[in-house]
């Protein structure tokens, strides 16, 4: 037989090139079922964004306005702590005589 003979045949029919052969095909297999595990992935994903509910981004500004007005006489920040409950006030020297 000449070699361009047997290179022509089909891999799994070469000696040679059987074990290759065979490797491929299961890392083909294994890489098709690993491919179609992320696709399953990717399809639960995107199935999850979907169902979620969205809202505008004028309505979520104009929500966070309003909560921010109701509970705007609480914050700290904008009103104030006072000295007497501020627990990082600067500690007064005691002294006894």
């Known amino acids: 037989m000449s070699s361009s003979l047997l290179l ?6 070469n000696p040679t090139h059987r074990s290759a052969f065979i490797f491929s095909q299961n890392t083909s297999r294994m890489s098709s079922s690993s491919n179609l595990v992320a696709m399953k992935k990717v ?9 979620i509910h969205r809202v505008k981004v004028s309505q979520a500004a104009a929500d966070l306005q309003q909560f921010c007005i109701q509970n705007a006489l609480q914050d700290p ?18 002294s006894f005589l």
Do not use: D, W, Y
């Open 8 to 13: 022509s045949q089909h891999p799994a029919q």
């Open 77 to 94: 920040l904008l009103t104030g702590v006072s000295s007497s409950t501020n627990p990082f006030r600067p500690q007064k020297v005691c």
């Open 43 to 51: 399809v639960q994903q995107l199935r999850f964004e979907a169902s």
